[in-house]
């Protein structure tokens, strides 16, 4: 009883999801830093960003929706949450059972949709178009992503457990590009694009619901490399794994910082016309069992 209740609540849990995920973030930003030439803020930043919003208080908007707001800010966080129980890490987890994977994939639809609801609950035109292009993007990367996942799901019968994905390489790409949209990673920053509308769905928000939806996100990044880890890389000791999921975190840096922001219409294009149907031959050839 014991040990389930550390893993579920210390490790791999709630405690360490949420340490490991600000950290991940934080080398994610210093490494964008020395792309850009700048030294950049310490790994740390990110715990101490969380620890100053949740001392700040909570405003609501005049035309904003006070309880929705909070409501958003909690679901965003409860989602990646509770995803987590049904990665395997260090050979073991909580909630593993046939079918699992469909469950982390619901979750991660609900993440999406919290954002998008957070902008309408905050009564700011900015936030709404944030909103629109979220659930717009979502639209959009949601196919490819749930296509790869399902790839490799067809072989585990549809339980996240420990997989080497040589076999299905344009299931990896696809991913990997869909990933990025779902963290709202450049090229794919179209939700939140500072130049045209300040900060998306988040522009008004401030204090612990601010704090709650940036855990969250960094809850999220630590998901997918996890995800990513264990269902392509295959997963491995505790140390492969923290090495596999740092190289995948790696990657997301580098093409932050190399890729423009694309469009909407261009990240819509990109996702439908290339990235999906590269997942759909490694599905098809999974469903055909060819990848032998």
Not at 43 to 63: A, G, H, R, Y
Not at 104 to 115: C, G, H, P, R, T
Not at 137 to 152: A, C, H, K, W
């Amino acid at each position: 009883m014991l040990q389930e209740i550390f893993f579920l609540f210390v490790f791999p849990g709630l405690l360490s999801a949420g340490f490991f995920g600000m950290l991940y973030e934080g080398i994610s930003r210093k490494i964008s830093a020395r792309f850009q030439n700048r030294v950049g803020p310490p790994v740390w930043q990110p715990f101490f960003d969380f620890m100053k919003l949740m001392s700040k208080e909570n405003i609501t908007p005049k035309n904003g929706v006070g309880f929705v707001m909070t409501f958003s800010a909690v679901l965003a966080f409860a989602a990646p949450l509770a995803a987590i129980p049904f990665i395997p890490l260090a050979g073991w987890s909580p909630a593993s059972f046939q079918g699992n994977l469909l469950v982390v994939i619901y979750l991660f639809v609900l993440y999406a949709l919290s954002f998008a609801l957070a902008g309408w609950a905050s009564g700011s035109p900015l936030a709404s178009v944030g909103s629109i292009r979220e659930v717009t993007q979502m639209f959009g990367y949601e196919f490819p992503f749930i296509t790869s996942l399902l790839t490799i799901g067809f072989v585990t019968n549809f339980t996240i457990a420990p997989y080497f994905a040589w076999q299905f390489p344009l299931a990896f790409i696809a991913f990997l590009f869909s990933s990025m949209a779902a963290l709202s990673l450049a090229p794919f920053h179209v939700p939140d694009a500072e130049q045209e509308i300040v900060g998306g769905p988040l522009v008004e928000y401030t204090g612990p619901r601010l704090a709650m939806f940036s855990l969250a996100h960094a809850m999220k990044l630590w998901v997918i490399a996890a995800l990513g880890t264990v269902m392509f890389l295959g997963g491995g000791p505790i140390e492969w794994f923290f090495i596999k999921s740092l190289a995948l975190v790696l990657l997301f840096s580098i093409a932050k910082n190399v890729f423009a922001r694309l469009r909407i219409d261009q990240s819509f294009r990109l996702l439908w016309l290339v990235i999906a149907p590269l997942a759909m031959v490694d599905l098809i050839r999974a469903v055909m069992g060819v990848w032998f």
